[in-house]
Structure formats: C-alpha cells, structure tokens
C-alpha cells in the first residue's frame, strides 16, 4: 500500500480550504483518510494578510519516517515550515534568453544554421504523417 500525504479540498466555490490528509495512494481525493495531520488556506486573511497552515510536526515527521511520499503541493508547504529540505525548482538552460541569441549545438556561421552533412533537409512526409496532418485539418473544421 502506498502512502501519500495530500491535500482534500473543502469550502465553498471561489474559497477553497484544503486539509492535509494521509491516505491510501489509490484512494479518490476526499475518500477515506488514515489520519489528518494539517490544515491550509490558501487565500490570505483580512486581519494579517497572510495565508495560513496549520501543521501537526511530529505525526508528519513519523508519516514520513514510515514511507509515506508527500505530493508536490504538500512537499512544498513542509518545505517552506522546514520539515523537510525546500523544492529547488529546476530552472531551463535557455531560461531568459532570446531565441535568435541561444546556441545550437550546429555549428553556425555568419548567423547561418548550418546542418551536419548526410542530413536530409527537405523529406517527404510519409502517408501516415499525411494522414494524421488531414486528419487534424479537418478536426479543426
């Protein structure tokens, strides 16, 4: 049985709140629970302008140790309260950078893409990337 610690969402439409449950990995988001260890709302309140989560530490440290995975939502919250290292998000080579500025691994000259010998630069399509082509042409009919 694989173990995930998630979210359930709760409230009313436009104003979720959410409860962080451990459950069964093959159960439905707001089926049956194990147990319920926090509490997460994600839209900021009018006193302090904060959102707020409300985590009980030593039962999802002991949820951890036992195997259970968090998802990417939860594994962020537990990040940012320090409960387990914070998500790095992996960030593009390219990221930033204008596409006329960004090097190929060709080799170019005086701004010309050039291609490798022996590579064919204009190949018929075949009949099935015909089919698929029509096929997709006449879907957006």
Excluded: C
């Excluded at 006193?47 to 036992?66: A, C, F």
């Excluded at 170019?108 to 630069?121: C, Q, S, Y």
């Amino acid at each position: 049985m694989g173990v995930r610690i998630r979210l359930a969402r709760f409230g009313r439409k436009h104003s979720p709140f959410y409860r962080i449950w451990v459950m069964d990995s093959r159960r439905a988001r707001n089926g049956k629970f194990i147990e319920q260890v926090g509490t997460y709302n994600p839209l900021p309140s009018a006193v302090d302008n904060m959102k707020e989560v409300r985590l009980q530490k030593q039962r999802i440290e002991y949820w951890l140790s036992q195997g259970a995975q968090p998802t990417a939502s939860v594994a962020r919250l537990l990040g940012d309260a320090g409960i387990i290292p914070p998500h790095v998000p992996r960030v593009s080579g390219n990221q930033g950078v204008k596409k006329a500025d960004r090097s190929f691994s060709t080799v170019t000259e005086g701004g010309v893409r050039r291609l490798p010998t022996g590579f064919a630069t204009s190949t018929p399509p075949s009949p099935l990337h015909r089919w698929l082509r029509d096929a997709m042409a006449w879907r957006r009919r």
